[in-house]
């Protein structure tokens, strides 16, 4: 079945470090990426997404690029911060009928200033 | 965009009881949805909430143990019937405003500790 892999957590970083959250996927079609996040006590949150192979999503400096040959759709940010601390999920969702969402396990950043 | 609450927020419950999580929309929302999060895994769907009708669930989980009720386009509820320490998660509700998983909005979810 369609499933969403990501990289374990938890991701302690230094304030201004380079930033990487590995995910995978497998799915039967050809499914929309999406990055949530989740900030604590709050709801999941779309952060970006992607539709088809070779897109990039973007949004508060963070980035992703939908990789077809590799069935990866890794998020990358330059430079993060206090405020990026939060959990990230990685989902996909198989284009047409209900669009479900399948999600992976999330990975915990934590970052210090 | 939508903005979703649940209530409770987080709650002790012993087993064999039942608690239902409500769910609140403050727009219009076209499909409702109930996820959950066990530790340290990711979210699984458990149904989708349809108004006026019975909920569609996912494998694996029954209207038994989770009956879900849909009144109207902003509000749903979630029950977690006889309940066992395997039932401690955290339950999220989401509502779509449109078509497609963008449209897609979630609440900050209620957690359970069963014990």
């Known amino acids: 079945g369609d499933s969403v892999t990501q990289m374990e957590g938890p991701v302690t970083l230094s304030e201004e470090a380079f930033l990487t959250i590995n995910c995978t996927y497998t799915a039967t079609g050809y499914p929309s990426l999406f990055w949530y996040v989740q900030y604590p006590g709050e709801g999941l949150q779309l952060l970006l997404k992607a539709t088809k192979a070779d897109d990039k999503g973007s949004n508060k400096g963070f980035e992703a690029t939908y990789r077809k040959e590799t069935t990866s759709f890794h998020l990358e940010k330059g430079s993060v911060q206090v405020s990026d601390s939060a959990v990230y999920f990685c989902a996909l969702s198989l284009q047409g009928g209900s669009e479900k969402l399948v999600f992976g396990k999330g990975t915990k950043l934590t970052v210090n200033p | 965009s939508a903005v979703i609450s649940q209530k409770p927020s987080r709650d002790i419950c012993q087993r064999g009881t039942s608690l239902t999580i409500q769910c609140q929309v403050d727009s219009q929302v076209t499909m409702m949805f109930w996820y959950r999060q066990q530790p340290g895994q990711s979210l699984t769907l458990i149904a989708t909430a349809n108004q006026g009708s019975e909920a569609t669930y996912e494998s694996g989980f029954v209207i038994d143990k989770f009956p879900i009720s849909r009144p109207n386009l902003t509000f749903s509820t979630l029950t977690v019937s006889n309940m066992s320490p395997e039932d401690s998660s955290i339950y999220l509700c989401?509502?779509?405003?449109?078509?497609?998983?963008?449209?897609?909005?979630f609440g900050p979810g209620t957690r359970l500790l069963v014990l």
């Open positions: 989401s509502g779509r405003t449109g078509v497609g998983a963008e449209t897609q909005y």
